[in-house]
């Protein structure tokens, strides 16, 4: 039973890493994946009492992170389709590409640790569309925004789907993963950031002579300020929630989707049913990337089988013998996500260590959320951030691994430093 279960889910593992030259959809065999190998549990056991229970506490941490991430991206659409994000967007102006890569640099890195990485990413380059000109700037701009995007992301307990596992799942706390990943994510973003702008330096931003604008989808200054700050407030104050209520974080941002849904019906009230559509929850649940939520089902009870049938425990005990320093199994596993997806890597390494061994805010714990948020950066294809530029900006792989890549990497290695002077002098 365990060689099959393994041999499959490794299958299954390198369908997910091969998405694009496949052209089979990672969703696709992460779901064929988790019914083949919890099949094969089930008719191996003989226990169908004992299987479902197990398959009934799996779906119970499943759910949270599903019903979370359908939340936060749901607020997030609504902010979108009320043009909000341009509160922020449309104070980035300046002459000089240095400084502009510094004030995008640092608004992806903040921005991103609020909402996702993903999104941010977006948001970010589909504004760069709009300030420069020349596809040659705007592909140096996109690398830095992944970088920046994924390092913002890492920090806090909602700015990226692992680090939010791992907050859903006990292995980090709000305040204390903000205090310990604060500097290392900055230094990691600050040093690609800074070789790009003195790369840059001199050269004056080229703007595009027409800016596109959509009427149809226009609205008021006041209808874009009230959601743009009741998202991020909502967004902000889920931390908060769970600290103060003990209630799991999927309920506070379900709450706060209620009290956005209902602020933007009694806003709309009176606005025609035409041109209001665009602008309701009905509409902004329908945008949200099902794909990716459907993708986080099907990898999160696949991984739930191994640690079920012990195979995560056991490669544990392999890694401890062989690799006998947490520090750099930690750090391998970073390096691991720019080629396969983090969720998987960190939804697996949550099964191999036990939290009674490893309690909440553990070395461990900490310095994974670091490394599997920033690794991804390394390759275009390591996270959904370089995923979604290399769509919108038409980057080329290996275009981004002669530019970006090296920068990424040096970042990486610059934060994992700080973050590991930080444990040492600081334990």
Same mark, same amino acid.
């Given at each position: 039973?365990?060689?099959?279960?393994?041999?499959?889910?490794?299958?299954?593992?390198?369908?997910?890493?091969?998405?694009?030259?496949?052209?089979?959809?990672?969703?696709?065999?992460? +779901?064929?994946?988790?019914?083949?190998?919890?099949?094969?549990?089930?008719?191996?056991?003989?226990?169908?009492?004992?299987?479902?229970?197990?398959?009934?506490?799996?779906?119970?941490?499943?759910?949270?992170?599903?019903?979370?991430?359908?939340?936060?991206?749901?607020?997030?659409?609504?902010?979108?389709?009320?043009?909000?994000?341009?509160?922020?967007?449309?104070?980035?102006?300046?002459?000089?590409?240095?400084?502009?890569?510094?004030?995008?640099?640092?608004?992806?890195?903040?921005?991103?640790?609020?909402?996702?990485?993903?999104?941010?990413?977006?948001?970010?380059?589909?504004?760069?569309?709009?300030?420069?000109?020349?596809?040659?700037?705007?592909?140096?701009?996109?690398?830095?925004?992944?970088?920046?995007?994924?390092?913002?992301?890492?920090?806090?307990?909602?700015?990226?789907?692992?680090?939010?596992?791992?907050?859903?799942?006990?292995?980090?706390?709000?305040?204390?993963?903000?205090?310990?990943?604060?500097? %290392?994510?900055?230094?990691?973003?600050?040093?690609?950031?800074?070789?790009?702008?003195?790369?840059?330096?001199?050269?004056?931003?080229?703007?595009?002579?027409?800016?596109?604008?959509?009427?149809?989808?226009?609205?008021?200054?006041?209808?874009?300020?009230?959601?743009?700050?009741?998202?991020?407030?909502?967004?902000?104050?889920?931390?908060?929630?769970?600290?103060?209520?003990?209630?799991? %974080?999927?309920?506070?941002?379900?709450?706060?989707?209620?009290? +956005?849904?209902?602020?933007?019906?009694?806003?709309?009230?009176?606005?025609?049913?035409?041109?209001?559509?665009?602008?309701?929850?009905?509409?902004?649940?329908?945008?949200?990337?099902?794909?990716?939520?459907?993708?986080?089902?099907?990898?999160? +009870?696949?991984?739930?089988?191994?640690?079920?049938?012990?195979?995560?425990?056991?490669?544990?005990?392999?890694?401890?013998?062989?690799?006998?320093?947490?520090?750099?199994?930690?750090?391998?596993?970073?390096?691991?996500?720019?080629?396969?997806?983090?969720?998987?890597?960190?939804?697996?390494?949550?099964?191999?260590?036990?939290?009674?061994?490893?309690?909440?805010?553990?070395?461990?714990?900490?310095?994974?959320?670091?490394?599997?948020?920033?690794?991804?950066?390394?390759?275009?294809?390591?996270?959904?951030?370089?995923?979604?530029?290399?769509?919108?900006?038409?980057?080329?792989?290996?275009?981004?691994?002669?530019?970006?890549?090296?920068?990424?990497?040096?970042?990486?290695?610059?934060?994992?430093?700080?973050?590991?002077?930080?444990?040492?002098?600081?334990?």
């Amino acid at each position: 039973m365990l060689t099959a279960i393994a041999t499959v889910f490794v299958i299954a593992y390198t369908a997910i890493a091969l998405e694009h030259p496949l052209k089979i959809n990672k969703s696709a065999s992460a +779901l064929v994946g988790a019914g083949l190998l919890w099949t094969i549990y089930a008719l191996s056991m003989g226990d169908a009492h004992l299987v479902s229970e197990q398959l009934s506490e799996s779906l119970m941490g499943t759910a949270q992170i599903v019903f979370f991430l359908m939340g936060a991206m749901t607020i997030v659409e609504v902010v979108d389709a009320h043009n909000g994000f341009e509160v922020i967007t449309k104070r980035i102006r300046t002459s000089k590409l240095s400084t502009l890569m510094w004030l995008v640099g640092f608004v992806t890195f903040f921005l991103s640790s609020i909402l996702d990485n993903l999104t941010t990413t977006i948001v970010m380059v589909s504004l760069m569309r709009k300030l420069l000109a020349k596809h040659e700037d705007r592909l140096f701009f996109a690398g830095i925004i992944v970088i920046a995007a994924n390092a913002g992301g890492a920090w806090t307990p909602i700015g990226d789907v692992t680090t939010t596992m791992l907050w859903i799942g006990g292995q980090i706390t709000t305040i204390a993963i903000i205090k310990a990943l604060f500097l %290392p994510s900055m230094v990691s973003m600050l040093v690609p950031l800074g070789i790009t702008a003195y790369v840059l330096r001199g050269r004056p931003v080229e703007g595009p002579t027409i800016v596109e604008t959509n009427d149809k989808h226009q609205t008021t200054e006041l209808q874009r300020n009230l959601m743009f700050f009741l998202g991020l407030g909502i967004l902000i104050a889920v931390p908060v929630f769970k600290t103060v209520t003990h209630l799991p %974080p999927f309920m506070g941002i379900l709450f706060g989707l209620g009290i +956005l849904w209902l602020v933007g019906d009694l806003i709309h009230r009176h606005t025609e049913d035409q041109f209001k559509e665009h602008l309701t929850l009905v509409r902004a649940l329908s945008r949200i990337d099902m794909s990716s939520i459907v993708f986080f089902i099907g990898i999160l +009870l696949a991984v739930a089988t191994l640690e079920h049938t012990h195979i995560l425990a056991s490669l544990a005990k392999w890694l401890d013998l062989n690799v006998g320093r947490l520090d750099v199994i930690v750090l391998i596993i970073g390096l691991v996500s720019a080629v396969v997806d983090n969720v998987p890597l960190v939804a697996a390494s949550m099964g191999m260590y036990d939290l009674a061994v490893y309690p909440p805010d553990h070395f461990l714990w900490e310095f994974l959320a670091y490394c599997a948020g920033t690794g991804g950066s390394i390759l275009i294809i390591g996270s959904a951030a370089g995923v979604a530029a290399m769509g919108l900006e038409k980057i080329h792989f290996f275009w981004y691994v002669r530019n970006i890549s090296g920068l990424a990497l040096v970042g990486y290695f610059a934060g994992a430093g700080v973050y590991l002077l930080e444990f040492w002098l600081f334990p």
